[in-house]
């Protein structure tokens, strides 16, 4: 009996040692519930400067998953490399009442490389854990440490992890020593936030608590651009080896050119005979350019570069030259230099690329940014962009991938930052002409030439490219209200010089309008319908942006069958709004014909959720008078 009952005890202090209560998920508040699919419970992160070339971090994070959708908010990933060494990690999941689940060790943790399908050089390495959770919800714990010699990147803190995730507490600390110019910048801070900042000699503590999940909502702007965090940062700093010092934007960027760049733009002289060849007795620089941009194109294909000093510093245009790839740098760093035969002058340039998000460099907080690298070309008080990964890119186009952004230039002088092109709404333009026919069965027969530009020619000039079953599938899709269709033809023109994809398209289906009692009811619009109508929230709590206005103009001819009248047409129609333009003209021009002409205007813009529903509202208006329909009867 004895025994039995210290077997008892012995069993429930086991019980009690893995139970964290505080763990419980019953214990979250329920404003930290709502809208959130995973609740952050506590988040500590301290990070030390040991010196300009040393820092180490101790991280705890304790979350709690409340479904299936917050799984993709676990984080069980930790990066290392030859200049960051992990040397701690554990993690442990409770159940929902708090109890422990499981243990997990480093050597639980998988080891895989990060180099990917583009890379050809890549020494980064990743410890993650693949956990699969029994039920919902759990809670799950982690513990690191780690050292870098890298502190020109240092950490972002940020009191959020993502939309739909709450948090109950969050801390972040850092330590620093004297005379390394430490800095810091505070982003997306509002009263609405409560977080509490804490500075004292060598150290800097911010604290955040029960701050309320922000949910996405359509059209919501980036994460980046409504999360409060904190940027930190160096004067003197380290990376990959290489030290630096910069207080602004002239020093970083004379850092970069001199350290970095200098001495890797030396070609051979067989290639530099090559450009002089090439370039003949041609005097115009952007004609030269020209040809020096098809050449690289011509000649070379992307890869991924990412080895140490690798991941910052262009490999020799010299080894571009010979083996015919390079990552971004490589590339812009090789046009660079075959401009530089030309005698033609050209600047490195460091942007954050991406076609979902215009995302620029803070121009007020001097650190290592960007994610890309494009090529600066002076032309007048302006500069031409020339993007290098591109074997199909046209001359000096940028496209959505890079324009409308803080970028920095860097010079033998010092860095300059500047914002690449912007395409105004007039420039994203889609300019189609064209004719369709009804059948007295309501069938389609129709072509139409659209001729598009700016961020509408980066949207289609790829497709010439596309198979056939995919090119097939696109323009199904394109022309999505159209029951049945078939594309009858199609044709491009990709004018590269300008800058303008033509598509010619014959179309045909056997049913579009609906018949009725002698009558035909069809959609006036029937080649570019606007469709895109907001989704409707009753408490609209997120701004929203137009990121990239546009413009359309449509005319089109309609024709309908012999033995037919027209009955009724819609009305002519004609808005004006802060958010965009739209007209509509419906002119009856004989007994057979119809002239169909529109214009639809749509403005970039950053707005209040209070604007929302007004927006809402004329998106609502457009697509309503896109939809009108006609109404055509069979005669005697």
Not at 161 to 188: A, C, M, Q
Not at 429 to 455: P, Q, W, Y
Not at 475 to 481: C, F, I, R
Request: proline share 4%.
């Amino acid at each position: 009996m004895k025994s039995l009952l210290l077997l008892c005890i012995a069993f429930f202090s086991l019980q009690l040692n893995a139970q964290k209560l505080e763990y419980a998920s019953a214990l979250i508040p329920k404003e930290l519930t709502d809208n959130a699919n995973a609740v952050v419970r506590y988040n500590e992160e301290n990070y030390t400067v040991n010196s300009q070339n040393s820092l180490s971090a101790k991280v705890t994070t304790v979350i709690t998953i409340l479904n299936e959708y917050g799984l993709r908010n676990l984080n069980t990933q930790l990066y290392y490399s030859p200049t960051t060494r992990i040397s701690r990690v554990e993690a442990r999941v409770y159940d929902k009442m708090g109890y422990q689940l499981k243990v997990f060790k480093k050597k639980d943790f998988r080891d895989v490389s990060l180099a990917d399908g583009f890379s050809v050089f890549n020494d980064d390495r990743m410890l993650y854990l693949d956990y699969t959770p029994i039920a919902y919800p759990f809670t799950f714990v982690m513990e690191s440490e780690y050292h870098t010699s890298n502190t020109a990147q240092m950490p972002r803190w940020s009191a959020l992890s993502g939309y739909f995730v709450s948090t109950e507490k969050d801390v972040v600390r850092i330590s620093y020593p004297d005379g390394l110019g430490f800095g810091f910048k505070e982003v997306n801070f509002d009263p609405k936030f409560d977080i509490a900042r804490q500075q004292e000699t060598g150290t800097l503590t911010y604290t955040a608590r029960n701050i309320a999940a922000l949910k996405r909502e359509e059209g919501s702007p980036e994460f980046h651009k409504m999360s409060p965090m904190v940027c930190f940062r160096l004067d003197k700093f380290s990376l990959e080896g290489v030290d630096g010092h910069a207080s602004d934007w002239k020093e970083f960027g004379k850092w970069y050119h001199d350290r970095l760049l200098s001495g890797t733009d030396e070609l051979p002289e067989e290639t530099q005979a090559k450009v002089r060849e090439l370039i003949g007795q041609e005097k115009d620089p952007i004609k030269i350019a020209r040809k020096l941009y098809q050449y690289v194109q011509d000649r070379t294909r992307y890869v991924s570069i990412q080895v140490g000093i690798g991941g910052y510093k262009p490999m020799k245009a010299a080894d571009v030259d010979r083996l015919g790839y390079g990552d971004c740098k490589a590339l812009s760093n090789y046009m660079r230099a075959l401009l530089a035969v030309a005698d033609i002058p050209s600047y490195f340039t460091l942007v954050y690329a991406g076609d979902d998000s215009r995302r620029g460099l803070m121009r007020d907080f001097v650190s290592p940014q960007g994610n890309h690298a494009i090529l600066a070309m002076p032309n007048g008080d302006d500069y031409i962009w020339l993007e290098c990964t591109s074997q199909v890119n046209p001359f000096g186009f940028q496209g959505m991938f890079t324009d409308g952004r803080e970028v920095l230039v860097i010079k033998p002088e010092g860095g300059e930052i500047t914002k690449t092109r912007t395409f105004a709404e007039q420039h994203n333009s889609r300019l189609a002409s064209g004719n369709f026919a009804i059948a007295e069965d309501s069938g389609i027969t129709g072509a139409v030439v659209t001729r598009s530009k700016g961020a509408a020619y980066d949207a289609v000039y790829r497709n010439e490219r596309l198979s056939p079953k995919d090119k097939e599938k696109f323009y199904k899709n394109s022309y999505a209200n159209i029951s049945n269709l078939k594309l009858d033809k199609i044709e491009f023109r990709n004018d590269r010089e300008k800058v303008e994809f033509t598509e010619a398209i014959q179309l045909s289906a056997p049913a579009y309008g609906n018949v009725s009692t002698g009558r035909i009811m069809f959609a006036v619009n029937a080649l570019n319908p606007y469709s895109e109508t907001p989704k409707r929230y009753r408490n609209r709590q997120n701004p929203f942006e137009v990121e990239r206005g546009f413009f359309e103009q449509d005319e089109i001819a309609i024709s309908i069958p012999d033995g037919f009248a027209v009955e009724a047409l819609p009305s002519d129609a004609s808005l004006k709004t802060k958010f965009g333009e739209y007209e509509c003209k419906i002119v009856k021009q004989d007994d057979k014909n119809i002239l169909y002409k529109r214009t639809f205007l749509m403005k970039d813009g950053s707005y209040s959720s209070a604007e929302y529903d007004e927006y809402r509202q004329f998106c609502e208006q457009v697509a309503r008078f896109d939809s009108a329909k006609a109404v055509i009867y069979k005669k005697g």
